[in-house]
């Protein structure tokens, strides 16, 4: 029994080793493009294979490209190569596109419309295997809302003059109130959903009596509560400077606008050197009275040591303060009288100005 099973087991190695020693091709390596669904996973010496692309690709030759299975187990080369078919981009679209005036075969363009606006049409497309789009661009069609009511007691002021009964999105109006009334809110408009404002209330509205301001005054106001829209204007001593809007308004809420501010004049801190102000190079002492008003400049004039030059460094009055540089150093005594050619004001300037740290 012993001598027939080594027997069997002997015809079964020598069948294995007689199939596997032929060599075999699996599926060849093709580049993107290429037909892959009709490659086996297998094939022998001497079968052949004919590349062909995809749908929606082009070749780069007009006869197939056939691979040969060696019997080395490999395959013959092809110069295959297939493009994808291109989509020409819509014109009013390519802007978008950086330029680009074609899309690739599977390419998708994504629609979307502004706020206001409503899409007719398809919000997608794409670039299908004949070189079209499935889809042509949509529209957008401004929402439109049907005309606002007026408030009671008021009326609607349009931006823009408005024909039928039907109003644009982004369209908008005023609401205003009979005299010695005032609208709870002023504007409304068409909106992105088709809806419009709600008619505000009218109701009446007074403001406190005005006050002063520092360093300034009322130009001319009778001390009274002052009515919706009413105003009221200040205006500044001499020397000082108006910030903000010179006319307050009283307003629907039963307040006033913001008040302006009179901002103070400043006075140079230094004592000896020389300064740049109004076109002018001044010595302190010229400078009488020694005023600079809110927001004008002052150049102070510092050394460059290395250089053995000097050079300007703007300063701004702000509020009552004007800062000195610190690279600016005010000359003592003696050099001030006696060696005042040798500041910086007075030697040769710098044809660059370092950078100075700020004041």
């Known amino acids: 029994m012993a001598p027939a099973l080594a027997l ?41 294979v004919n590349l062909v692309c995809e749908r929606g690709f082009l070749p780069s030759t007009a006869t197939p490209r056939k691979l040969t299975c060696t019997d080395t187990g490999g395959w013959t080369p092809s110069d295959l190569a297939c493009s994808p078919k ?63 009511k007026s408030p009671r007691d008021g009326r609607i002021v349009f931006d823009k003059p408005v024909t039928g009964s039907t109003t644009m999105y982004g ?19 068409c909106m992105a959903d088709g809806s419009t404002t709600e008619p505000p209330l009218c109701r009446e509205v007074s403001c406190t009596i005005p006050t002063g301001i520092p360093n300034g005054f009322i130009t001319f106001a009778v001390m009274r509560q002052h009515g919706y829209k009413e105003t009221v204007k200040y205006a500044c001593n001499e020397h000082y400077i ?13 307040n006033w606008s913001s008040k302006p501010v009179c901002r103070v004049p400043c006075a140079v801190g230094i004592k000896r050197g020389r300064i740049f102000y109004n076109a002018k190079k001044l010595w302190i002492g010229d400078l ?15 050394l460059n040591r290395a250089e053995r030059c000097g050079y300007p460094v703007a300063s701004t009055c702000n509020d009552g303060t004007i800062p000195i540089p610190e690279c600016f ?9 006696l060696r005042a050619k040798t500041l910086p004001s007075e030697i040769t300037m710098c044809a660059t100005s370092p950078p100075a740290r700020p004041a």
């Open 86 to 148: 291109m989509c020409p981009i819509p014109r009013p679209l390519q802007p978008l596109a950086m330029g680009r005036t074609e899309a690739p075969f599977k390419s998708v363009l994504n629609y979307t419309c502004d706020d206001g606006y409503v899409m007719q049409g398809a919000n997608e497309s794409r670039c299908s295997h004949d070189g079209t789009w499935s889809n042509p661009p949509p529209l957008c069609k401004a929402v439109n809302c049907p005309l606002p």
């Open 8 to 48: 069997l087991l002997l015809c079964q190695v020598a069948l294995y080793t007689t199939v596997t020693s032929k060599n075999v091709c699996g599926r060849p390596d093709v580049a993107d493009g290429i037909e892959e669904l009709t490659l086996n996973r297998v094939y022998e010496v001497g079968d052949q």
């Open 288 to 302: 009488k009275p020694n005023r600079v008003l809110h927001g004008e400049h002052v150049a102070f004039y510092c």
């Open 242 to 254: 108006l910030d903000g809007e010179a006319e307050i308004q009283c307003q629907n809420s039963g």
């Open 171 to 189: 369209q908008g109006w005023t609401y205003e109130c009979n005299p010695r009334m005032a609208p709870s809110y002023e504007r409304g408009s």
């Open 329 to 337: 150093e005010e000359p003592g005594k003696v050099e001030y009288t």
